[in-house]
């Protein structure tokens, strides 16, 4: 029998396992038709006690474009959460009506709780302020398919990087490859956690903390935009004070290369003013199309079908 797999961080995966994901998810983009009954008979179940919109449905898109089916809950107060039912029992029952589960909790560590105790393969589709793998994914395959490698470039995160779950999987997931160097772009108490930092400075990999977006524009390859994630704040008055930090807007991207690409995991509140949507350079809807291609990709390698 073949081994159960997880995917909890974007690290479970070898950087050689995630090179043979993406050309999976390229072979899925060029022949949807072919994949479309991969996974017939096959169940998704998601299971999501935060909100979500993109994360849900693509994986959702992703099992349905695969000839699979879903079922599941958008809402912790609609499960048996509510009568206070742990993830451990949930995803023991889970586990008896889905082949595979993506999840997603509010609390640190609850996807591998449920992994831990689970019988069919358990994504983390967020867990509070820690983890996005498959965020991550979409990230890298986004980069790959727009620069043409995973390595070479200076990419500025920007925005809420203490609290942002897909910054936190991203740094990890981008310090396994060469010549990348980081600029982390945030108000001081937004600050990237001292664990990134520190893991950053043990393998020497270059990066540099500013405040001012303005500063260091000119130098980036991606810029990574990121919401003022509202619901890790402790008090209202903080996040009023700090949402409105960075808005990209064109006056400041007059200043980036011509060559530079936008990303944003979604959604957008402020931090990217509409009027730059039409710039060539705005690849974070097109980023949500190389999400829903990695999803099938991951979901056909952890039942291993692919
Ligand atoms: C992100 C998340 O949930 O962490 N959204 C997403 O899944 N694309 C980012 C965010 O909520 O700001």
């Known amino acids: 029998m073949k081994k159960l797999r997880h995917m909890m961080n974007p690290l479970d995966f070898s950087v050689e396992e995630l090179e043979r994901l993406f050309d999976l998810a390229g072979n899925i983009e060029r022949d ?5 009954h991969k996974c017939d008979g096959r169940i998704l179940a998601t299971c999501f006690y935060e909100p979500s919109t ?14 699979g089916k879903c079922m599941g ?25 889905a082949d595979i589960c993506a999840m997603r909790h509010p609390k640190e560590g609850a996807p591998m709780v449920a992994a831990s105790k689970s019988t069919i393969p358990v994504i983390n589709a967020g867990d509070g302020g820690h983890q996005h793998p498959t965020q991550t994914l979409t990230d890298l395959l986004t980069i790959r398919s727009l620069y043409g490698k995973l390595g070479g470039f200076t990419i500025g995160l920007c925005g809420d990087l203490k609290f942002g779950r897909t910054v936190h999987s991203l740094i990890e ?8 160097r980081f600029i982390f772009i945030s108000p001081n108490e937004l ?8 893991m950053l400075r043990q393998k ?15 130098q980036l390859d991606f810029l990574y935009m990121t919401r003022v994630q509202k619901e890790r704040f402790f008090n209202e008055e903080d ?3 700090l949402k409105d930090f960075y808005i990209l807007n064109k006056e400041k991207m007059a200043l980036a290369k011509e060559s530079m690409y936008i990303l944003h995991p979604l959604p957008r509140v402020n931090e990217i003013s509409v009027e730059i949507d039409d710039d060539p350079r705005a690849a974070y809807f097109r980023q949500v199309q190389y999400g829903m291609y990695v999803r099938m990709a991951l979901i056909l390698t952890l039942l291993g079908i692919e």
């Open 54 to 67: 993109r994360t849900r449905l693509s994986f959702e898109t992703a099992m349905l474009r695969l000839g």
């Open 32 to 36: 949807m038709e072919g994949y479309s």
């Open 191 to 198: 600050k990237v956690p001292d664990y990134i930092t520190e």
């Open 173 to 180: 997931a981008l310090s396994r490859y060469e010549g990348i």
């Open 204 to 218: 020497g990999i270059d990066y540099e903390e500013v405040v001012r977006l303005e500063e260091v524009m000119s």
């Open 239 to 241: 996040y009023i004070r």
């Open 73 to 97: 809950f958008a809402d912790a107060n609609s499960s048996s959460a509510a009568k206070g039912e742990s993830v451990a029992d949930t995803i023991r029952v889970i586990s008896c009506f």
